[in-house]
């Protein structure tokens, strides 16, 4: 039964801390007042308050009637300027990144755990070499190898005629025309470096404030860590409310510190750096191996034992050699989370980019050597990349799986996304991003060059790019296709759910004469909002369809050798047309898709809507520290937590009063994740409000290992006080399913009415919208949840003025 709640009494000082949350918020309408004052922090990430309110912890009777509000804007983190909306296309990095953190929980299998790590990291690394193979794919193969070599080619493009073979001139020689293009893919790793370099400065490279997991009094025990006498967790602070026992809380047995509460978890700057080493190394060793295959091919036939080719098997043994250190790299360890890993492998962060650096100048300088007998036809020798990288994906997708269903198979939870595979599943879908952003670009760039020619079909001005990449282009109207029956099923299932929600939703308001309009706005409203719960089995579904499709896609080209349209040359005139209309259409498609990336990001910062529809996906997946992929967009969190952590901290113990963060929507989850940095003296004067979160729904479906029913379960027990609102119309948010536990109420309140009015009302004399997932501080039930936690707890503690932490620096770290 759960305990009613005491009495509201003026406990001293009181603040909320609210944080918004996706698509970004301007103080003004966080605190409802368009005075503002910045008291800590910076353009990039600071505290707000009201100007009446800036010195209200030196006036406290001013708030006897209500906490002092306090905004925390971090927006800019994640969109800031318009250049940020380029991020989107490393896409493909993040989402990679995200199946590092989407594995399965565990306890006891730290080998499992390891492995599953390193498959991860070993596809983000393919990842980088298929970026960059496309890279080299339109600089060496189809611009300097095929159009340059071209003369009908090169004189369409006035900007090639000093490298065109039929001007005999300087560069018209092969090897000196890849050595010149090599230039573009290299300049991109060094493009995709200098941004992780950049980012890297100033997120993980900054190391998080210090000072405030310092112990205060009545910690119970706790270490100044935040950990317990034993070392092994936090201390539960007990049943701590308002009156004397607030003074002395009940010390819980010490349980396992939660992963996101370790020291060193929002600090990666160890493994960041030594991965962008290691990607830097591949992508110019990749650049480099097509520099020397190529070479390889006209030295092997023109002079099989000479001195040539003897250059050419020194510097591939050289290339091979580099490839091994870059996996021994990659493999060889991950994060360090139990505590602040300060140390850096300056030797292997310098000397690992640049030696490979080296070898692709040497490799560079020896293709160009003159071969006055070498032309150029058809593409070019040993551009079989594609394809290894395509069977390499796919062994690991299905390696990765393999160790995620061992891990899932201990403790299933029904509420796991895909049944623990959802890492492998998103990893796929990272393969499948990478795939269509890097043969769109080989697509587009072959049909310009080709002019009115169709590339691959051989009445063209070049012979176009290799034929896997027209082959993974034709697979995508059949998978578009193989889409349309979940979609189907969808839609029909939530006309449905909107026409059984129809009695239920008079019921909730009690409507004497329904209004059928406006039921069946509602009801409606909550069978879309139902949606999101799909999302797995769509997310199966293509990931599942692309690992076939894809493994058909290898087969076919290599069977074959030809573009599908030429490979059904034989077939029945049904058979021939449907190839020949998939690699149109599908050459189509996958060009459009990554101008589509381009453009959904441009907009996702200029319209409101937009980044509102793209928000969520965006800053879910920039919340993980770079655990994968250095390449991918930074994290927000490890500038955002460590600000909320130390603005609670310093705080609490400059003023000795109580403390509600309220969190909403990925702002709940910013919220949750300071919480469990906080030591235990410090949690037990802050409780948590979220509303709208996607802590269950989103994060504990998707993240089981980090906010599985365990870990929120674990946080309901560690902080002293936790309620959470949701509304059925929501898309994003919902329950967190936790339950009362002893003293400790259910941390879900009774599901929100919305509109909160049904007709019109004295109250509400117009028609009151369906609010879903935005304005929940508009509900009376918000301010009832927020003064609620306030009497929970414990009064203020006098003020301690000598010796407290300064709010200088407390935002942690520049944004850059």
Same mark, same amino acid.
């Given at each position: 039964?759960?305990?009613?709640?005491p009495?509201?009494?003026?406990?001293?000082?009181?603040?909320?801390?609210?944080?918004?949350?996706?698509g970004?918020?301007?103080?003004?309408?966080m605190?409802?007042?368009?005075?503002?004052?910045?008291?800590?922090?910076?353009r990039?990430?600071a505290?707000?308050?009201?100007?009446?309110?800036v010195?209200?912890?030196?006036?406290?009777?001013?708030?006897a009637?209500?906490?002092?509000?306090?905004?925390?804007?971090?927006?800019?983190?994640?969109?800031?300027n318009?250049?940020?909306?380029?991020?989107?296309?490393?896409?493909?990095?993040?989402?990679?990144?995200?199946?590092?953190?989407m594995?399965?929980p565990?306890?006891g299998?730290?080998r499992?755990?390891?492995?599953y790590g390193v498959?991860?990291?070993?596809?983000?690394?393919?990842l980088t070499?298929?970026?960059?193979?496309?890279?080299?794919e339109v600089a060496?193969?189809?611009?300097?190898?095929?159009?340059a070599?071209?003369?009908?080619?090169a004189a369409q493009?006035?900007?090639?005629?000093?490298l065109? %073979?039929?001007?005999?001139?300087w560069?018209?020689?092969?090897?000196?025309?890849?050595?010149?293009?090599a230039?573009?893919?290299?300049?991109?790793?060094?493009?995709?470096?200098?941004l992780?370099?950049?980012?890297?400065?100033?997120?993980?490279?900054?190391?998080?404030?210090?000072?405030y997991?310092?112990?205060?009094?009545?910690?119970?025990?706790?270490?100044?860590?935040?950990?317990?006498?034993?070392?092994?967790?936090?201390?539960?602070?007990?049943?701590?409310?308002?009156?004397?026992?607030?003074?002395?809380?009940a010390?819980?047995?010490?349980?396992?510190?939660?992963?996101?509460?370790?020291?060193?978890?929002?600090?990666?700057?160890r493994?960041?750096?030594?991965?962008?080493?290691?990607?830097?190394? %591949?992508?110019?060793?990749?650049?480099?191996?097509?520099?020397?295959?190529?070479?390889?091919?006209y030295?092997?036939?023109?002079?099989?034992?000479?001195?040539?080719?003897?250059?050419?098997?020194?510097l591939?043994?050289a290339?091979?050699?580099?490839?091994?250190?870059?996996?021994?790299?990659v493999?060889?360890?991950?994060?360090?989370?139990?505590r602040?890993?300060?140390?850096?492998?300056?030797?292997?962060v310098?000397?690992?980019?640049g030696?490979?650096?080296?070898?692709?100048?040497?490799?560079?300088?020896?293709?160009?050597? /003159?071969?006055?007998?070498?032309?150029?036809?058809?593409?070019?020798?040993?551009?079989?990349?594609?394809?290894?990288?395509?069977?390499?994906?796919?062994?690991?997708?299905?390696?990765?799986?393999?160790v995620?269903?061992?891990?899932?198979?201990?403790?299933?939870?029904?509420?796991?996304?895909?049944?623990g595979?959802?890492?492998?599943?998103?990893?796929?879908?990272?393969c499948?991003?990478?795939?269509?952003?890097?043969?769109?670009?080989a697509?587009?760039?072959?049909?310009?060059?080709?002019?009115?020619?169709?590339?691959?079909?051989?009445?063209?001005?070049?012979t176009g790019?290799p034929?896997?990449?027209?082959?993974?282009?034709?697979?995508?109207?059949?998978?578009?296709?193989?889409?349309?029956?979940?979609?189907?099923?969808?839609?029909?299932r939530?006309?449905?759910?909107?026409?059984?929600?129809?009695?239920?939703?008079?019921?909730?308001?009690?409507a004497?004469?329904?209004d059928?309009?406006?039921?069946?706005?509602?009801?409606?409203?909550?069978?879309?909002?139902?949606?999101?719960?799909?999302?797995?089995?769509?997310?199966?579904?293509?990931?599942?369809a692309?690992?076939?499709?894809?493994?058909?896609?290898?087969?076919?080209?290599?069977a074959?050798?030809?573009?599908?349209g030429?490979?059904?040359?034989?077939?029945?005139?049904?058979?021939?047309?449907?190839?020949?209309?998939?690699?149109?259409?599908?050459?189509?498609?996958?060009?459009?898709?990554?101008?589509?990336?381009?453009?959904?990001?441009?907009?996702?910062?200029?319209?409101?809507?937009?980044?509102?529809?793209?928000?969520?996906?965006?800053?879910?997946?920039?919340?993980?520290?770079?655990?994968?992929?250095?390449?991918a967009?930074?994290?927000?969190?490890?500038?955002a937590?460590?600000d909320?952590?130390?603005?609670?901290?310093s705080?609490?113990?400059?003023?000795?009063?109580?403390?509600?963060?309220?969190?909403?929507s990925q702002g709940?989850v910013l919220?949750?994740?300071?919480?469990?940095?906080l030591?235990?003296?410090?949690?037990?004067?802050?409780?948590l409000?979220?509303?709208? /979160?996607?802590?269950?729904r989103?994060?504990?479906?998707?993240?089981p290992a980090?906010?599985?029913?365990? %870990?929120?379960?674990?946080?309901?027990?560690?902080?002293?006080?936790?309620?959470?609102?949701?509304r059925?119309t929501?898309?994003?948010?919902?329950p967190?399913?936790?339950?009362?536990?002893?003293?400790?109420? %259910?941390?879900d309140?009774?599901?929100?009415?919305?509109?909160?009015?049904?007709?019109?009302?004295?109250?509400h004399?117009?028609?009151?919208p369906i609010?879903?997932?935005?304005d929940?501080?508009?509900?009376?039930?918000?301010?009832?949840?927020?003064?609620e936690?306030?009497d929970?707890l414990?009064?203020?503690?006098?003020?301690?003025?000598?010796?407290?932490?300064?709010?200088?620096?407390?935002?942690?770290?520049?944004?850059?």
């Amino acid at each position: 039964m759960t305990p009613a709640p005491p009495d509201p009494q003026n406990g001293g000082a009181a603040l909320e801390l609210l944080v918004h949350g996706v698509g970004g918020a301007t103080p003004a309408d966080m605190l409802d007042d368009p005075r503002t004052v910045r008291v800590t922090g910076d353009r990039t990430a600071a505290m707000f308050r009201r100007r009446d309110d800036v010195d209200a912890e030196d006036h406290p009777e001013r708030h006897a009637d209500g906490p002092v509000p306090e905004a925390y804007c971090w927006s800019n983190l994640t969109s800031g300027n318009g250049t940020r909306a380029l991020w989107l296309l490393l896409l493909p990095f993040m989402v990679a990144n995200l199946a590092h953190w989407m594995r399965p929980p565990a306890e006891g299998r730290a080998r499992l755990v390891r492995l599953y790590g390193v498959l991860v990291r070993l596809i983000a690394l393919t990842l980088t070499v298929l970026l960059t193979a496309a890279a080299c794919e339109v600089a060496l193969d189809l611009t300097a190898w095929q159009c340059a070599g071209s003369g009908a080619c090169a004189a369409q493009r006035s900007w090639l005629g000093f490298l065109s %073979a039929d001007r005999g001139g300087w560069w018209s020689q092969p090897g000196r025309r890849l050595a010149l293009a090599a230039v573009v893919p290299a300049a991109l790793v060094g493009l995709l470096w200098y941004l992780s370099n950049r980012t890297w400065s100033a997120y993980e490279a900054q190391r998080p404030p210090t000072g405030y997991d310092a112990d205060t009094a009545g910690s119970s025990g706790a270490g100044p860590d935040g950990v317990g006498p034993t070392g092994l967790g936090p201390v539960d602070p007990g049943p701590t409310g308002p009156g004397p026992a607030a003074a002395a809380p009940a010390v819980a047995p010490v349980v396992l510190r939660p992963a996101l509460g370790r020291p060193g978890f929002w600090f990666g700057r160890r493994l960041v750096a030594r991965l962008r080493a290691a990607h830097t190394a %591949a992508g110019f060793l990749t650049v480099a191996a097509a520099l020397a295959g190529a070479a390889e091919g006209y030295d092997h036939a023109a002079a099989p034992d000479g001195g040539q080719e003897l250059l050419d098997r020194l510097l591939q043994g050289a290339i091979g050699l580099g490839a091994l250190l870059v996996l021994t790299v990659v493999c060889r360890r991950g994060r360090s989370e139990k505590r602040l890993d300060l140390r850096l492998e300056r030797a292997l962060v310098s000397w690992l980019p640049g030696a490979a650096l080296l070898l692709l100048t040497l490799t560079a300088l020896h293709t160009g050597w /003159s071969r006055p007998g070498w032309t150029s036809t058809g593409t070019l020798p040993g551009n079989t990349v594609f394809g290894a990288v395509t069977l390499a994906q796919g062994g690991l997708v299905v390696a990765l799986g393999t160790v995620a269903l061992l891990l899932h198979r201990p403790r299933r939870d029904p509420r796991t996304a895909l049944h623990g595979l959802g890492g492998p599943a998103t990893a796929m879908l990272a393969c499948a991003l990478g795939g269509v952003m890097s043969g769109g670009v080989a697509q587009r760039v072959a049909d310009w060059l080709d002019g009115s020619g169709t590339p691959g079909t051989g009445d063209g001005l070049i012979t176009g790019p290799p034929v896997l990449l027209s082959w993974q282009a034709s697979v995508i109207p059949v998978l578009l296709l193989l889409l349309l029956l979940p979609v189907g099923l969808l839609t029909v299932r939530t006309v449905l759910a909107s026409r059984r929600l129809r009695p239920v939703v008079d019921a909730d308001y009690g409507a004497a004469d329904p209004d059928r309009l406006r039921t069946d706005q509602i009801a409606a409203g909550r069978a879309r909002a139902a949606l999101t719960d799909s999302a797995p089995l769509l997310i199966g579904v293509v990931s599942g369809a692309t690992l076939l499709l894809g493994a058909a896609s290898v087969v076919g080209a290599w069977a074959s050798g030809n573009v599908p349209g030429r490979a059904f040359d034989g077939a029945t005139p049904a058979l021939a047309s449907a190839a020949t209309a998939a690699q149109a259409l599908g050459s189509w498609m996958i060009g459009f898709g990554f101008l589509l990336f381009v453009t959904m990001g441009r907009r996702a910062y200029k319209d409101a809507s937009a980044r509102r529809t793209i928000g969520i996906l965006w800053d879910v997946g920039t919340f993980w520290p770079r655990a994968a992929h250095p390449f991918a967009p930074p994290c927000y969190a490890e500038r955002a937590v460590p600000d909320l952590t130390w603005r609670m901290s310093s705080w609490t113990r400059r003023t000795g009063g109580r403390l509600v963060i309220s969190g909403h929507s990925q702002g709940s989850v910013l919220a949750a994740a300071a919480v469990w940095q906080l030591p235990p003296a410090t949690r037990s004067r802050v409780a948590l409000l979220t509303y709208g /979160s996607p802590l269950e729904r989103l994060y504990g479906r998707w993240f089981p290992a980090y906010f599985g029913p365990r %870990a929120l379960r674990g946080l309901h027990r560690t902080v002293h006080c936790w309620s959470n609102l949701y509304r059925a119309t929501d898309p994003i948010g919902g329950p967190v399913r936790v339950p009362a536990e002893g003293h400790r109420p %259910a941390v879900d309140r009774p599901e929100l009415l919305d509109p909160v009015a049904y007709g019109r009302t004295r109250e509400h004399p117009l028609p009151e919208p369906i609010l879903g997932h935005s304005d929940y501080q508009a509900d009376p039930a918000f301010a009832a949840a927020r003064s609620e936690l306030l009497d929970r707890l414990p009064p203020a503690l006098p003020r301690q003025r000598d010796n407290e932490p300064t709010d200088q620096g407390s935002s942690g770290r520049s944004s850059g």
